[in-house]
């Protein structure tokens, strides 16, 4: 049937939100959406436009950005949203993915992009429904103790069912953890850079996005068999059959075995009774249920069950949790966790009080190593005494943290390389760029990988994942730089579109091309390759107008004595590396 | 032989949507979910599971009786035939259906399942399945054979042919 006309055209508007006067405007912006098709590349250029030399990550001007892309809410897989900010964890580039419904409502509301400035008096949520903007207030959910609430309360007050993201911060984010994440949809989030806490100093509590418009399709059929062919090569190529089956917690054996799991804060990578902790015995023993992002038949987020008993009479709660890899290593093997009911738990209260669950990991690691070197008192630590593998301490741990009683509490809520700078421990403080590292010590690729991508994560370029080419067969340094520079390139194009990487395999340049010629979209390789590079300069200069320096990196000592999958790493071999990298990206 | 659509494994969805995508591609020539026949939703958020929201194939529809213009007439298998023509978009089919399986779309014209299949396609977790019933919609009983194992082992087993060969070399 059709109702062509009643359908919105899409990839146009941009949504200005002010929470300071509560108000709202639209503008058209086809000029951006043209050259730069959505998410990251919109977003970038965003917030060149917006950025007043100067303005701190916490200060009332400084935007947050969604946007979303061409493909989202049209292709499988296409299922993220980027959100773009000054991270207050290390006052870089913030810049954090997340999955679930955000992207398809906010596609089918007609807001591809969002953005937010200003912070109100009091705490506020912001509802989007279909094209209509409401401030409400949220003071009877700030302080409530857990982010996975605050969705069941505005799931009953909201209307919208199904087809609505509900995007929120919990008790990290009100009180300014540096780290705080941004809940999506309970079982997603912007983890990563503290945009949870950028959300809490705008007195924003949430934000619920609901779209149901329909899209024009230009040519429908050519749309329809685009469809059916990405939808095959997801589903039955086995391309993304590992994220569907064990899911990423599949890595937790192999990583180990190949002497690359971060293990009780870098001193180790590997750990014994690893099995325990590994994939194959989460899916065995609690894993009940996989849920998707909305648009993607891959079910990657694995939820498990924990029954946990609370009297002698036979009494239970079920809690479910969703885990994968980074927050088995997280809070797992570096903490020296390997109690798989222990790991689910301390996943649980982060995810409650929402914070970065890597970066929380990495900081209590790096406070056990202090206690045990004797450099912080048990008296500092309130009573507490951290030791690895014990789960009770690491669970008031993480509760002191985000309720900064004294003052090294409210250090360790400012990230690990705050705390060290503060404390000592600076050589075993396991960050890059400020930033708590992931679960990889796989060698050259990794470190590298890390402190050249634009925001220090191992999502921007896979560095961990040249190692693993260079430890099946080795190869030189300058091609482990080359693979980064390439893989860095291809993610800024998929992060416009804004594609799964997951699926970063189905959407090579050539079906990105088809995909979007099907909508009406012209470009060729040679053009998305192009933007891919437009996207890095325009990064790296507002990496540089946030204060990035080459020259003021440091690389912990930690990440040079111990082991890696490659073996162990020399500093220079590193330092030509970062050389050969600026010069071939002249940065 | 007539067949009608069936949420045969509903607590197995993933909340993936395909099968929604699919139905509204396939019937209309937007991009949507607001079009799809079949709704899936959520009880209390992603923390419960899924219900899959779809028409019934009812023996004897009660939308049909309650529309006012004879644009809903008895289909071969249960369920309802669709005029659009004459649907003048009252909603009194919305109010008869208790299931809650039709809706309106833009140009106010109900939106009802045709029992297609399509859908069925598209869904990678074995909820949804064509199955066969008596013209009359009534369901048949065609299970005389031996009982069928079902278990993750067996031939039969869900994603047989999805999610790569990885699995299948595995049963091996
Ligand atoms: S639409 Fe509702 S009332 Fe009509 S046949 Fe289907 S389930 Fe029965
Ligand atoms: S909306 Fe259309 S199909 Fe439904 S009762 Fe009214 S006229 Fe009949
Ligand atoms: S059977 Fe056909 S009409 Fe019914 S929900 Fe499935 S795709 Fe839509
Ligand atoms: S396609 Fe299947 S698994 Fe996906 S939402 Fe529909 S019924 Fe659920």
Excluded at chain 1, 332 to 345: C, F, I, K, R
Aim: a neutral charge; charged letters at 25%.
């Amino acid at each position: 049937m059709t109702t062509e006309q009643y359908a919105i055209p899409g990839l146009k508007n941009v949504l200005y939100i002010d929470l300071t006067s509560q108000s709202y405007h639209i503008e058209e912006r086809p000029d951006l959406y043209e050259k730069y098709l959505g998410g990251i590349g919109i977003a970038t250029n965003l917030m060149l436009e917006e950025y007043k030399e100067g303005t701190g990550p916490l200060d009332p001007e400084m935007p947050i950005i969604f946007s979303t892309g061409p493909l989202s809410g049209v292709y499988p897989t296409c299922t993220k949203t980027v959100a773009l900010f000054r991270s207050p964890l290390n006052g870089e580039l913030g810049e954090s993915y997340a999955g679930g419904h955000l992207a398809m409502s906010m596609r089918y509301s007609g807001y591809e992009t969002i953005v937010i400035k200003g912070s109100s008096r009091y705490p506020v949520y912001v509802t989007v429904h279909d094209d209509k903007v409401t401030f409400r207030d949220a003071s009877s959910i700030w302080n409530l103790s857990s982010a996975i609430d605050v969705g069941q309360v505005l799931r009953r007050v909201e209307p919208g069912a199904g087809r609505r993201s509900i995007v929120r911060i919990g008790p990290a984010g009100e009180k300014g953890i540096a780290y705080a994440s941004v809940n999506v949809d309970t079982y997603r989030h912007f983890g990563r850079l503290g945009l949870g806490t950028v959300f809490g100093a705008k007195k924003l509590k949430a934000i619920l996005v609901a779209g149901n418009r329909e899209i024009k399709s230009p040519d429908h059929n050519a749309y329809k068999k685009m469809y059916g062919k990405l939808y095959e090569t997801i589903v039955k190529t086995g391309l993304m059959e590992k994220y569907h089956n064990l899911g990423t917690s599949e890595n937790i054996l192999v990583l180990n075995e190949l002497k690359g799991l971060p293990t009780r804060n870098l001193q180790a990578t590997s750990i014994e009774s690893v099995e325990n902790i590994s994939g194959e015995n989460f899916a065995e023993k609690y894993l009940i249920r996989r849920v998707s992002c909305a648009g993607c038949p891959i079910g990657c987020v694995h939820v498990a069950m924990l029954k946990r008993s609370f009297s002698k009479a036979h009494e239970y709660e079920t809690l479910n949790i969703s885990y994968d890899f980074e927050l088995i290593y997280a809070l797992g093997s570096n903490l020296g966790v390997t109690d798989p009911e222990a790991v689910l738990e301390l996943i649980d209260a982060c995810e409650k009080t929402g914070v970065d669950i890597i970066s929380m990991g990495v900081v209590l690691a790096w406070a056990t190593e202090m206690q045990q070197r004797g450099k912080i008192s048990t008296e500092e630590a309130l009573g507490l005494k951290l030791s690895w593998g014990d789960k009770a301490a690491y669970l008031r741990a993480i509760e002191l943290v985000v309720k900064a009683p004294n003052e090294f509490y409210a250090a360790l809520g400012k990230g690990v390389d705050y705390a060290s700078k503060k404390y000592g421990g600076e050589e075993f403080a396991i960050q890059l760029g400020g930033l708590e590292i992931p679960g990889y010590h796989t060698g050259l690729g990794n470190i590298l990988g890390l402190t050249v991508g634009f925001r220090h994560s191992h999502l921007d370029n896979a560095g961990y994942s040249a190692d693993q080419k260079a430890f099946n067969q080795p190869i030189s340094d300058e091609k482990i730089v080359d693979y980064i520079i390439d893989e860095e390139d291809r993610r800024s194009v998929l992060n416009c579109m804004v594609a799964c990487l997951f699926a970063r395999n189905v959407y090579t340049y050539e079906n990105m091309v088809q995909a979007l010629k099907c909508i009406g979209i012209e470009k060729t390789e040679e053009e998305l390759k192009e933007l891919g590079k437009d996207i890095f300069r325009k990064k790296y200069e507002l990496k540089k107008k946030f204060g990035f320096r080459f020259e003021n990196f440091s690389i912990p000592k930690r990440f040079f004595e111990t082991i890696s999958t490659t073996g162990k790493l020399e500093e220079e071999r590193v330092r030509k590396a970062i050389e050969m990298y600026r010069e071939k990206r002249g940065v | 032989m007539a067949k009608r659509l069936k949420v045969a494994n509903p607590a197995r969805c993933i909340g993936c949507y395909s099968c929604m995508m699919a139905c509204a591609r396939t019937w209309y020539d937007t991009i949507s979910l607001k079009n799809s026949r079949i709704n899936i939703q959520t009880r209390g958020g992603i923390e419960t599971p899924y219900a899959a929201i779809v028409c019934h194939a009812c023996v004897d529809p009660p939308c049909m009786r309650a529309c006012p213009v004879g644009a809903l007439t008895k289909r071969k298998g249960g369920g309802v035939n669709f005029n659009k023509e004459i649907c003048k978009g009252c909603g009194n089919c919305i109010e008869a259906c208790i299931v809650g399986a039709i809706h309106l779309d833009a140009e106010n014209k109900a939106v009802i399942c045709k029992h297609c299949g399509v859908c069925t396609k598209f869904c990678p977790h074995d909820v949804l399945e064509m199955i066969e019933v008596e013209d009359s919609g009534e369901l048949k009983v065609t299970d005389t054979s031996p009982v069928e194992d079902t278990g993750p082992e067996s031939p039969t087993a869900s994603h047989k042919e999805l999610y790569g060969k990885k699995e299948a070399e595995g049963e091996e």
